[in-house]
């Protein structure tokens, strides 16, 4: 169930006097579990896998995001789910894969070196001959359906929205892909790496563009240098920028990719890259649930 999102704007003096109007699209408010791009990604995955009628798997880290939406997902429409974990157990388990096993997600873990093999036919296949039949989605949900799902929330939802410039945080590519593809080439659209050395993420968004719609766009751009370190990396410098980002706007970001999103926002317009009288909308992609700010 998709609950429709406010479209909340951001105020200071230092925005005044850039000139600048920012809005943030709240879109981590839209499901309670399957929050922000997770559910538009998994729309079209979970309505295929319904269709199979066959359990789910993907691949994630014991602290992703993805793991926690698709188990959520797969449990809120009568699906089994299993979610290949990257690294040893541990125990207890952390907050994201105890609420993954709590709605039904069976857990598999596996070494590094193994989950490194996760795109190969015979590792699939190995996967197959333990658990027999699944729906698969990759790791990060990204795929031809994903981008088909952002695709119509930015034809859709965003599009009429008045604003100049989009920007957005950016893990595989898809959700940037699928909202390239779904603006038309309408509207400048900014993605904000939150990974080091993003800039193959570039070749990776084209390709996704160019398969889910058979065209190319030039308004868009990626920002590789607000990754504070690496995925899942944070800098006291970005705990602190978060903390009064939710104290003073009462915005909740977290560490991994809004809090990125935010302070690249912020950074870009200090150093006047947007024209006066521009109006830049951030996307909340949401992931709140393992914020390390509070």
């Known amino acids: 169930m998709y609950n429709k999102t406010p479209v909340d704007e951001i105020r200071s003096a230092a925005l005044d006097k850039a000139g600048i109007r920012l809005l943030v699209k709240r879109e981590d ?4 579990f399957i929050s922000g791009n997770k559910w538009w990604k998994l729309k079209y995955n ?39 974990i990257r690294g040893e157990e541990t125990l207890p388990p952390n907050a994201t894969l105890s609420f993954a096993k709590g709605n ?3 857990l598999h ?28 989605i990759p790791e990060g949900g990204t795929n031809s359906l994903a981008v ?10 965003l599009l009429p929205i008045d604003f100049d410039h989009l920007m957005l945080p950016v893990g595989t590519g898809g959700t940037m892909a699928g909202i390239v593809c779904g603006l038309q080439g309408r509207r400048k659209v900014t993605g904000v790496a939150a990974l080091k050395n993003g800039d193959f993420l570039k070749t ?13 766009y030039e308004n868009w751009s990626l920002l590789t240098s607000y990754h504070h370190g690496g995925y899942a990396k944070v800098t006291n410098e970005l705990l602190d920028f978060m903390k009064t980002i939710k104290t003073e706007h009462d915005l909740p970001l977290d560490h991994v990719y809004t809090g990125k ?18 109006t830049v909308l951030a996307l909340h992609t949401g992931g709140l649930q393992g914020s390390l700010v509070r």
């Open 46 to 84: 979970i309505e295929e896998a319904l269709k199979q009628h066959r359990t789910v798997l993907t691949f994630g880290g014991a602290y992703s995001n993805h793991i926690y939406a698709v188990a959520a997902a797969a449990k809120e429409h009568g699906l089994s789910s299993i979610g290949i």
């Open 109 to 136: 873990y596996v070494s590094r070196e193994d989950y490194r093999k996760k795109n190969d036919p015979e590792f699939v296949q190995m996967l197959h001959e333990k658990y027999g039949e699944f729906y698969l």
């Open 104 to 106: 039904g997600m069976q």
């Open 204 to 216: 990776e968004i084209d390709k996704l563009i160019r398969e889910s719609s058979g065209s190319t």
């Open 148 to 157: 088909k799902g952002c695709a119509e929330f930015a034809s859709e939802t």
């Open 29 to 32: 408010q839209n499901h309670p």
């Open 261 to 278: 999103l935010l302070w690249a926002v912020m950074k870009e317009i200090d150093m006047g890259q947007f024209a006066r009288g521009t």
